[in-house]
């Protein structure tokens, strides 16, 4: 079974969401980090109907409500130019990508997984639309 | 015997731990129930190269010299690091008694003005923090790390943060866990208290000890307790910091003084602790004690995340201690699966010393009994690679890359930069990093054969050259997550107040990563001798796999010379090595080489400044297309040895039709004639040039942009302002479908709708005039003659005659050469596209080889290879000013 890693994972949902055109999410910890969570519980149910298997865990911190996961995954993909988070603040990230950036990204070698990304792109939606951060 | 992810695996490493615990601690508690060590009755100071004096307790002597303990006197702190900073020598005990010394500090702070932290507590948190580091195995965090690379380890990993609640990285936290929960450590801890009569530890210390190491709370009472062990200050950190500093040699600018000064407690009501916290707290509970830094101390904190940004740019992910800190992993992908007991029990078989001086007969000792066949091979290497170590020979970098490259002239293509997040993001897999290895293995040894170099082959042990390539991706943690959570107290008139020091200093994760992410390179380890074939190898490999181009300006970070490298290049394409490899990695064309070379490049960069390209998507804007002369370059490669010089001479003829040329041209029309003339408009639809055309003629004053329609229905003449005319063909057509006549040439195209009668009338009665900034007379005139035939009352002015290129002489080689490329590039039989369709075209629609280019977009009438992208000869060809294709 082929691992997935939080890049990976962090990866090709925001290649998914820029292909339906998101462009601006706000990651205010207290809500962020638990939505992505919840994305990632998703990903650990139906992963092995894809034949991959996470090789990290998402899991806010019970006092601070991060995750050192979730924040090195935005850092990584900000020097990977995917995003950019928005001065002076840092509580919005902007995708760097567009529909055919996130295409070519999802192309290099997560394909077989669009269906997985598209539900797990999904998931993240819904969770943030409920959170105070949309 | 590998460990996998079922729970009862981690029950089987829970169990060895316990086991080595077990073995370790049981001779030394029978020890001291037959003779108490009587030097530990009154407690020691030890002179500190950091702290100068370092007190422990009777109880914490006994525990320090226990075997579990004493253990990490063998285990450098910094694993590797000496080999690059040669004073970096501490050990993990000095460590710990170091942390035992700043827990103390941190404690005493906080009970400054009233002890909020009761004496079982600190006891605890001394304790603590002096076994902390016992799950450490040799080199410290070098074999834990080299451990992520067993799919096993990342597996248990995962278990244990279930088990724990929380996000788990590191093998060392995960064995003092099971460590101090053993039978063994219990009894430890029972004996030395009955030893020394400190009944001091609050009971189930062992448990309490367990949750403040892997960063559980301790207590609801002091709910941030555990924070003085691992959190956004813990003593920890802060020894870390400053020892590894000393010892290195390397200054940093934390104020640990400082910082512990400002360290805070205070007693408040729950209902005024943050909401955070209050979640951590049970609902009958009354007060907390919440710890944190005085408000007027915040910058200790940003202090100590600079610090610790420095020290990773510096010291922990310095390449040469990278490079070492390889060669360890490629000795653990060697022999930890043989270690009795699974590759996790291996760093606990070792110490630093027996690592690095690594034969045959400790790698049977570490397996616990004789090698079989295949296994000796592996030995064998792991050995030859230990010795290495052991005289310094270290692995050296090979080949550099990184997400933003210093220089990178393809930083803004869009395949160079996905390619570059996807090999990052493979080679933090070890799964596939090690498929990239062996593509850049065959690669060398492909390279070594055809150099006659297979001589170097021989030196490998076991003649598999895998274990002496080793990709290290860029893969700095950041270092500002943890402090980030810290709290900041105040003291106001209305009593204490908790904020969280996130909110107060947003932008600290935000330079912090910044800093060390865009620093972070990633490299391609080798030894010595293999980092010129390992060089020429990863280029061709990240080429063709990711589309990723390795400019010059990393041949400095891969230590790499650009004159041994061309060299090297050509030696290897006499011998077929480039054959079908891309045009921009194959030998530099010695016309290359003169002195007079890089001002020709410059010329045509600077002729090009203006050029934009197409860009896909709005968003994407940053990846359109930017001109440089390593772009030039790798274009005119394309052309080969034969023809690279005619193809650069032939750029130095590129005409850049843009604004000025425009607006000059309209200017030079009007002149004298600005009352005839007031209205400029664009001769074609919306998504034609002619509306960015239209808007330039509209910088002359005189001139007001206006719709057809509006033009027409004012009385005075009506101005085209055009930036080209080839055949003229795509002008007529224009003029003939507003006066809804047939095309007189068929160009495959949508046509505009016809005007109304109306004002088809006007248009043609009244004055008008075409001006095209360039092109040709034959084009013009046949625009002038289709415009009587139509009745239209058209002046047609040409401003500046192009004629084809005088580089490409009739029958000439090079010329047949732009032709051969250009049919190749356009025979496309999906579309219909055949030879003789290419025929008409090869060098530009009409074939006459215009070398004309507008700043945003490319004529068809422009020599086909200069904007047609493809494959030529099978291999990819990169336009050096591509088309907006047609939808």
């Known amino acids: 079974m082929q691992e997935l890693t939080e890049n990976d994972f962090f990866q090709g949902l925001v290649a998914t969401l820029a292909i339906r055109g998101v462009r601006k999410i706000s990651i205010r910890t207290q809500n962020f980090d638990p939505v992505l969570a919840a994305v990632f519980q998703r990903l650990d149910e139906r992963a092995g109907d894809f034949g991959v298997e996470p090789d990290f865990d998402i899991i806010p911190d019970r006092i601070h409500g991060d995750s050192l996961t979730v924040r090195d995954v935005l850092a990584s993909a900000a020097a990977d130019g995917l995003i950019s988070f928005d001065n002076p603040e840092y509580q919005d990230i902007e995708i760097k990508i567009g529909p055919n950036g996130g295409e070519l990204l999802l192309g290099q070698d997560l394909l077989e997984l669009r269906p997985l990304f598209d539900e797990l792109a999904t998931v993240f939606l819904e969770a943030y639309e409920r959170t105070p951060l949309a | 015997m590998a460990v996998d992810l079922t729970q009862s695996e981690r029950a ?5 731990m316990e086991a080595w615990s077990e073995r370790l601690l049981r001779p030394y508690i029978r020890r001291l129930k037959a003779q ?7 407690g020691k100071e030890f002179n ?11 109880i914490e002597c006994l525990i320090l010299d226990s075997p579990l303990l004493q253990r990490l006197r063998h285990i450098r702190q910094l694993g590797v690091v000496h080999l690059v900073y040669p004073s970096a020598t501490h050990s993990r005990l000095e460590h710990s008694l170091g942390t035992v010394h700043l827990v103390s500090r941190l404690v005493d702070a906080i009970n400054t003005d009233e002890k909020l932290i009761s004496g079982p507590l600190s006891s605890l948190l001394r304790v603590t923090a002096l076994c902390h580091d016992i799950g450490h195995g040799v080199m410290s965090h070098v074999s834990e790390n080299a451990l992520l690379n067993f799919r096993a380890t990342r597996q248990l990993l995962r278990q244990f943060s279930k088990e724990v609640e929380r996000e788990q990285r590191k093998v060392s936290e995960l064995a003092a866990h099971d460590m101090i929960g053993s039978p063994a450590f219990a009894d430890l801890l029972a004996h030395v208290q009955r030893v020394s009569g400190d009944h001091g530890l609050p009971a189930e210390a062992p448990s309490l000890m367990q949750r403040a190491i892997v960063g559980q709370q301790v207590t609801p009472s002091v709910p941030l307790l555990h924070e003085l062990i691992s959190g956004p200050f813990d003593a920890d950190k802060l020894d870390y910091m400053t020892r590894d500093a000393r010892m290195s040699g390397v200054p940093v600018v934390t104020d640990i003084a400082r910082l512990v000064q400002k360290v805070r407690g205070r007693q408040l009501p729950t209902a005024k602790v943050p909401e955070e916290i209050q979640q951590s707290i049970p609902a009958q509970q009354e007060t907390c004690v919440v710890t944190g830094i005085a408000l007027s101390g915040g910058r200790t904190l940003d202090e100590l995340v600079f610090g610790q940004t420095l020290l990773f740019d510096k010291l922990y992910r310095h390449q040469k201690v990278r490079a070492a800190e390889a060669m360890v992993a490629a000795i653990f992908d060697q022999i930890a699966e043989l270690a009795s007991g699974g590759e996790l029990l291996a760093p606990y078989a070792l110490v630093d010393a027996e690592l690095i001086h690594l034969d045959t007969r400790a790698v049977e000792r570490l397996a616990g009994r004789a090698l079989k066949d295949d296994e000796q091979g592996r030995a064998e290497v792991a050995v030859d690679i230990a010795r290495r170590l052991q005289e310094r020979r270290l692995f050296r970098s090979a080949y550099a890359f990184a997400q933003n490259m210093p220089l990178d002239p393809y930083r803004s293509d869009e395949r160079h930069r996905s390619g570059l997040v996807a090999l990052t993001r493979r080679a933090r897999k070890p799964h596939d990093r090690g498929r990239l290895v062996d593509h850049i293995a065959a690669e060398v040894r492909t390279i070594l054969s055809l150099l006659g170099d297979e001589a170097l082959l021989q030196a490998i042990p076991g003649d598999d050259l895998t274990p002496y390539i080793w990709v290290d991706p860029p893969n700095a943690r950041t270092q500002s997550n943890e402090t980030v959570r810290a709290f900041l107290l105040s003291d106001g008139a209305d009593g204490p107040h908790v904020m969280p020091f996130r909110d107060e200093y947003a932008e600290t994760p935000g330079w912090s990563n910044a800093y060390l992410l865009t620093r972070d390179t990633g490299y391609v380890f080798t030894i010595d001798e293999l980092a010129l074939p390992v060089y020429l190898a990863t280029e061709k490999v990240l080429r063709v796999q990711f589309g990723i181009r390795s400019p010059a300006s990393m041949l400095p970070y891969a230590k790499q010379s650009s004159s041994v490298i061309a060299e090297t290049k050509r030696k290897l394409s006499s011998a077929g090595y480039y054959e079908d490899a891309p045009y921009d990695i194959r030998p530099v064309p010695p016309a290359f ?9 410059e010329r045509v960069r600077a002729a090009l400044e203006h050029y934009e390209g197409p860009v896909y998507e709005a968003q994407e804007r940053k990846r359109s297309t930017v001109m440089s002369p390593a772009r030039i370059q790798a274009f005119v490669q394309q052309f080969g040895t034969e023809h690279a010089d005619e193809a650069l001479t032939m750029l130095q003829g590129l005409r850049v039709v843009g604004r000025e040329r425009l607006v000059d041209a309209v200017g030079a029309f009007i002149d004298g004639r600005r009352d005839e003339f007031k209205s400029v408009v664009p001769l074609g639809e919306a998504k034609d040039s002619s509306a960015v055309t239209t808007y330039y003629a509209g910088d002359i004053a005189e001139l007001t942009i206006r719709s057809l329609g509006d033009a027409l229905r004012r009385g005075d003449g009506i101005l085209f302002a055009e930036d080209f005319v080839g055949t003229g063909n795509q002008t007529i057509s224009l003029l003939e479908s507003l006066l809804g006549v047939p095309p007189s040439t068929d160009l495959h195209e949508e046509r505009e709708e016809p005007l109304p009668d109306d004002l088809k009338a006007l248009f043609k009665t009244r004055r008008l005039a075409i001006v095209f900034a360039a092109g040709t007379s034959v084009g013009a005139s046949a625009v002038d003659a289709a415009a009587k035939q139509l009745g239209l009352n058209l002046e047609v002015k040409l401003q500046e005659e192009l004629a084809p290129t005088a580089a490409l002489v009739e029958g000439s080689p090079f010329r047949l050469r732009c032709e051969e490329i250009g049919r190749q590039l356009l025979v496309d039989q999906h579309v219909g596209h055949d030879e003789a369709w290419a025929d008409e075209r090869t060098l530009g629609y009409g074939n006459k080889a215009f070398l004309v280019v507008f700043p945003y977009n490319t004529p068809t009438q422009t020599l086909t290879c200069l904007w047609k992208e493809g ?17």
């Open chain 2, 12 to 16: 089987a490493f829970r169990e060895q």
């Open chain 2, 36 to 42: 108490p060590d009587k030097s530990c009755s009154k």
């Open chain 2, 48 to 58: 500190d190269a950091v702290w100068a004096t370092v007190v422990l307790r009777p």
């Open chain 2, 593 to 601: 080489s003169t002195a007079a070379f890089p001002s020709r490049l």
């Open chain 2, 871 to 887: 494959a030529v000869d099978g291999v990819e060809w990169v336009p050096l000013v591509p088309r907006r294709p047609k939808r």
